[in-house]
């Protein structure tokens, strides 16, 4: 018997339109979210006006319009995102979180929620996140678009954006402001450390992908449900165009969605008094939340050990080894996420478990913050149809800066501490590469990426100086640059103005 303040996810819920959808009704990010909430109620398969009552901790996910201070909102949202989807249901939770930026934020609520409840400072919590990113575009240049505003007056823990060190002067001046050229960045650094050419590596992308489609495919509420070979992920075309080396469009997380989900924690004592019946009980075996070194510190831009570590420390917890593991959610913005876990975990790329529940980001959907919210949905549903079995659920934030995991299974375990914060302390006592914010001299191409979303392509260029072997970033418009071929260890020549470092050809 487990102790009564062991914590359990007891009700999931998720919902998504299209806007091609014949009952596309355009909902708000707010109608999104409680739409799955009620799912997520009703499964519990018990009294939900009891349960109702009792909800005393409301979490939400930022969406993409409330995750910058300066994002617009095109058809308006609401001040207190929490307390309007508590209203929505007809919830009157003492506490509300409006959680930081980053998409390991579902697992890491998970995470807390659990100890929460295990620490006995809550009895029943609720985390769920949403977003309508294809609603915005869709109303945005009509004359009939709907209002999203409201006011709510209701006390909130925001806990801001949180985006300190994510986008700094010298991140924004040098070009790497979008995900897919952070991405690019790390993807061509792990290339050069494999020794790959971009024609190798590109199919291996493709290979890594595909199977995620089919999961796609089948999966009702995905925003993209085609399947695809590997050949048509890496094969640019007028629909499939180059993002940025080297990402095609179809291998980068697919951003326009309508969807939200939920999911309904508490600990075993109370969902024995609402008579949860125990097939619904499905436990958190393990977890860790990790914060990955500075970028421009970390000795391999390649490669993440701290989201390795946060894997191995949910599976430790958990009592478990990675084999045991039958269902993989890893987070897949792009395939360097999925890369880098398979490299530090020992998976291979091509293991028959999968590593997507849903069909993965750039297929099933990223919805902004909260992808992993529908992962957390679809792992517990698996595990339910499974009993006994494990999955695990991998959330990254940042430009792979911070990463949540968590271990779930119907099997009954008592909740266990991590060490986490102990970890934590390992990551940043860990060596460090020197680099400078301004470089002038001789040097080589240690990673780039080629942006063609601009008006002009654009090379953003990370090299390390001749003379101080320090790191530097920058950027060149030079055609032979940016035409040139593959620029792993070519030579450069860098100088810097006005805050800006450029490279030509040295």
Known sequence: ????????????????????????????????????????????????????????????????????????????RSNNYPRS???????????????????????????????????????????????????????????????FTETVNAELE???????????DYIINHGLVSAPTQYGILENARRARLGQNKDEYARSMGELFAPMTRIAAANPLSASPVQRSAEELITVTADNRLICDPYPRLLVARDQVNQGAAALIMSTEVARHFSIPEK??????????????????????????????????????????????????????????????????????????????????PYFG???????????????????????????????????????????STAQRQWEADRSAQLQQRVEQAPRVGWTKVADGAATVETYTICHEWHDPIAVIVGKLDDSGDRFLSVSSDDNLITGGDLIG?????????????????
């Open 1 to 76: 018997m487990v102790d009564p303040r062991t914590p359990v996810v007891v009700g999931v819920g998720e919902f998504a339109e299209r806007v091609d959808d014949p009952d596309y009704r355009g909902l708000s990010p707010v109608d999104l979210a409680a739409e799955a909430v009620r799912t997520a109620l009703r499964d519990t398969e018990t009294d939900v006006a009891a349960i109702t009552t009792a909800v005393d901790t409301a979490s939400g996910m930022r969406q993409f319009e409330t995750s910058h201070p300066y994002t617009p909102a095109p058809l308006g």
């Open 85 to 147: 989807v508590a209203n929505r249901v007809g919830l009157n939770p003492r506490r509300l979180i409006l959680e930081v930026v980053g998409g390991d934020g579902p697992q890491k609520l998970v995470n807390e929620m659990a100890a929460t409840i295990a620490g006995g400072k809550s009895d029943v919590a609720l985390v769920f996140g949403s977003d309508a990113t294809s609603t915005n575009r869709w109303f945005a240049k009509r004359d009939d678009k709907p209002d």
């Open 158 to 168: 925001d806990r801001g954006y949180g985006l300190e060190g994510l986008l700094t």
């Open 280 to 361: 619904k009980w499905v436990y958190l075996h393990g977890h860790a939340d990790l914060r990955e070194q500075e970028l421009w510190g970390r000795p391999d831009l390649g490669g993440s050990p701290a989201s390795t570590l946060a894997v191995e420390e949910a599976v430790r917890v958990a009592g478990i080894g990675i084999d045991d593991v039958d269902f993989f959610d890893i987070y897949s913005c792009f395939p360097y996420t999925v890369f880098n876990f398979c490299d530090g975990t020992g998976v291979a790329t091509n293991d028959p478990r999968g590593f997507t529940v849903t069909g993965g980001l």
């Open 366 to 408: 990223g919805a902004g913050n909260s992808y992993s919210m529908h992962a957390i949905v679809e792992t517990v549903i698996a595990t339910r149809d499974r009993p006994g079995s494990y999955g695990l659920v991998v959330a990254n934030g940042g430009i792979t800066t911070k990463y949540s995991a968590g271990v779930y």
């Open 490 to 506: 070519a030579r450069v020549k860098v100088s810097s103005t006005g805050g800006i470092n450029r490279s030509v050809p040295a």
